[in-house]
């Protein structure tokens, strides 16, 4: 059963950069899939972030490209998600998640339980 | 970007009402859309993919359907633990977009 499990500080001044780590268990990272980021601000919808391949490829959401990197850690069976300049927009729960790959792109099957990162001075 | 909407955006219904919520996408999509279901503090589950394909482990009373770029999905029978907010998902093109919810609440 793959288990995922979001780390990292709930808290973030703004200008600031959110950096938090999804830690796997029962899969490998390197062996297939995409893995992927997405947020859900308190009360509202569902944002995708971005993936990445276990070969390396990253995909982001252009709304947000020019601030998030998403990569591997293979020696640990994590990935992360850095993402700069923050402001108080980006307040969120963010949820990691293995994405499953279809023939033109990839969707969540396994989430992580989520993490709340509150953007504040 | 593809624009997906959902109606209704909330309902109430009684156990064992069969209910339909519906998923619109702004282009066409063939039908690379997904269901989750989230329960309230939950993360998102994953209910249904290829806008009618069972995911594994999911009760069948939820079925899901297709029209062209309109999409269902159907609970035949409302038990306790359905009452939650739906989403839709479309996985056509990146980036992968969500509808805005719809939530089931008690009646």
């Known amino acids: 059963q793959v288990q995922l499990q979001e780390s990292g500080p709930g808290l973030v001044k703004p200008s600031e950069t959110l950096s938090l780590s999804c830690t796997v268990s029962?899969?490998?990272?390197?062996?297939?899939?995409?893995w992927g980021w997405i947020r859900q601000p308190p009360g509202k919808g569902l944002e995708w972030i971005g993936s990445?391949?276990?070969?390396?490829?990253?995909y982001y959401n252009p709304s947000l490209k020019s601030r998030v990197t998403i990569s591997l850690h293979t020696s640990k069976n994590h990935f992360s998600l850095k993402l700069t300049s923050v402001t108080a927009a980006d307040t969120a729960v963010y949820y990691c998640?293995?994405?499953?790959?279809?023939?033109?792109?990839?969707?969540?099957?396994?989430w992580g339980r989520g993490t709340l990162v509150t953007v504040s001075s | 970007d593809i624009q997906m909407t959902q109606s209704p955006s909330s309902l109430s219904a009684s156990v064992g009402d069969r209910v339909t919520i519906t998923c619109r996408a702004s282009?066409?999509?063939?039908?690379?859309l997904n269901w989750y279901q989230q329960l309230p503090g939950k993360a998102p589950k994953l209910l249904m993919y290829?806008?009618?394909s069972l995911e594994r482990g999911v009760p069948s009373r939820f079925s899901g359907s297709a029209s062209g770029t309109d999409f269902t999905l159907t609970i035949s029978s409302l038990q306790p633990e359905d009452f939650a907010t739906y989403y839709c998902?479309?996985?056509?093109?990146?980036?992968?977009?969500f509808g805005q919810g719809t939530k089931v609440e008690i009646k």
């Open positions: 998640a293995r994405m499953r790959p279809t023939s033109t792109s990839c969707y969540p099957d396994y």
């Open positions: 029962g899969y490998s990272i390197s062996s297939g899939y995409y």
């Open positions: 990445i391949y276990y070969s390396g490829s990253t």
């Open positions: 282009q066409s999509i063939s039908n690379y």
């Open positions: 290829l806008a009618s």
């Open positions: 998902q479309q996985t056509y093109s990146t980036p992968l977009t």
